[in-house]
Each structure stands twice: as structure tokens, then as C-alpha cells.
């Protein structure tokens, strides 16, 4: 998948869930609940032992999902999520080494930025489209509005206390593109397998 492909994709979902998955096997019912729900695009996070299993598990179950890898903190995690088949990753911060890295491996990624000099580092590194995290703690819509002024060129997907009260202010900005967040598939309802409320979260989340 190509930078352009995923920000299509990214604006057509709106909301991506960012999620962490303890059973592989729970990643193909996954898949498919967020998927009939309407969205376009998931990230899973490398915080588990079986997070690129259930990445390559959802992407067979739900092929047109476009499935990225969170949490990438250096190149190894990078291989190892792109070798399950990860449409893009995400990584939480932005350290110039672990960006060039990543700019080698040639698929698409959103690197964390938190203030106006990590954006314009990784903008000099290329990169337009990025993930601000942690949203809230790091100034929420009022800083990300700020940003538009002097970095016109730059998008974001704020993640990271935002929930369905916060995201339509973040989605009315115009250098947002979608925002991230775990609420519409936290780990209990995973654990308990409950697809059905899974659902009902992505269908509100799409008509947010
Ligand atoms: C992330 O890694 O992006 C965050 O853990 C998601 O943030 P949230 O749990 O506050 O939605």
C-alpha cells in the first residue's frame, strides 16, 4: 500500500481503532465485527507475544481491511509487523534514527509527534502524515490547531485519550485525517468476545 492509498483510506474511516490483542484467535472475529461495523482501517499494537499472528490472521480474514502495526519502537519490530503482512505501522514517538529506518522499508508509517519541533523533524524527514500522541495530554484540539498555522502541509491522527465525546472536535479540524483511539475495542470486550458491542462501536464510531 502506497502513503496515498492509506490516507484515502484513513479519511474514509475516520475513526481507527487502535488495538491490543492477547489471542490470535480472536483476530479474525475481530476483524470482521469492525468491518461489517464500517470501518476501513485498524491498528493492531506489537505489545503482545501474539500481535503479528493476529495481524496476519485479520488481514486473511478481512482482506480488504487495511490492517497497520502500532507500537513499532526500532527496525526489528518494524521487519517483524511488515513480515505479517502490515499495510503500515505506527510508532509512538519519533527518534531520527527510527524514522530513517523506517523511511528504508518502504511501507507507509504515521510517526508519534507531541510538539511543533518533532513534527518539523520528521516533516524534514518527508514524512506529511502523522500520528499526535498522546491528543489530549499534549494539548488536545487547541495545539493541533496551532500546528495548521505554521505547518499548513501536515496532517495528523491524534490518538491517545481521545474518546467519542472528544472526536468530533478533532474531526472538524482540517489538517486531521482520522482520530485513533481504544474505546471502540478494549481489551474486555475482546476477552469476553463480545463482537456484537464491537460492532455497535464501529457503526457509531463511522457516524460520528
Ligand atoms: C495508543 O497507543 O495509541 C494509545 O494507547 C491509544 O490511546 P487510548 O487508549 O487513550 O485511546
New binding site residues.
Given amino acids: 500500500m502506497n502513503h496515498t492509498a492509506l490516507i484515502a483510506a484513513l479519511r474514509a474511516t475516520r475513526v481507527l481503532p487502535?488495538i491490543e490483542i492477547e489471542e490470535a484467535a480472536n483476530a479474525a472475529p475481530l476483524a470482521h465485527a469492525l468491518a461489517e461495523g464500517g470501518l476501513k482501517a485498524v491498528e493492531l499494537?506489537l505489545r503482545t507475544a501474539s500481535a503479528c499472528e493476529a495481524l496476519a490472521a485479520a488481514k486473511k480474514a478481512e482482506p480488504e481491511l487495511v490492517v497497520g502495526m502500532?507500537?513499532v519502537l526500532d527496525e526489528a519490530g518494524a521487519r517483524r509487523a511488515i513480515d505479517a503482512g502490515a499495510d503500515f505501522l505506527v510508532t509512538?514517538g519519533a527518534p531520527p534514527a527510527l524514522l530513517q529506518s523506517l523511511i528504508g522499508l518502504g511501507v507507509p508509517f504515521l510517526p508519534g509527534v507531541a510538539t511543533a519541533s518533532e513534527a518539523m523533524a520528521a516533516r524534514a524527514a518527508g514524512v506529511t502524515l502523522m500520528k499526535f500522541?498522546?491528543a489530549e495530554p499534549a494539548g488536545g484540539t487547541a495545539y493541533l490547531k496551532a500546528l495548521s498555522g505554521p505547518l499548513p502541509d501536515l496532517t495528523f491522527c491524534p490518538?491517545?485519550?481521545?474518546g467519542p465525546d472528544a472526536a468530533p472536535a478533532y474531526l472538524a479540524l482540517k489538517n486531521v485525517v482520522c482520530v485513533?483511539?481504544?474505546?471502540l475495542a478494549p481489551r474486555e470486550l475482546i476477552g469476553a468476545r463480545d463482537w456484537d458491542a464491537i460492532r455497535a462501536n464501529a457503526r457509531r464510531a463511522v457516524a460520528l
Fill in positions: 487502535v499494537t502500532g507500537t509512538p500522541f498522546p490518538t491517545g485519550g481521545v485513533g483511539g481504544s474505546w
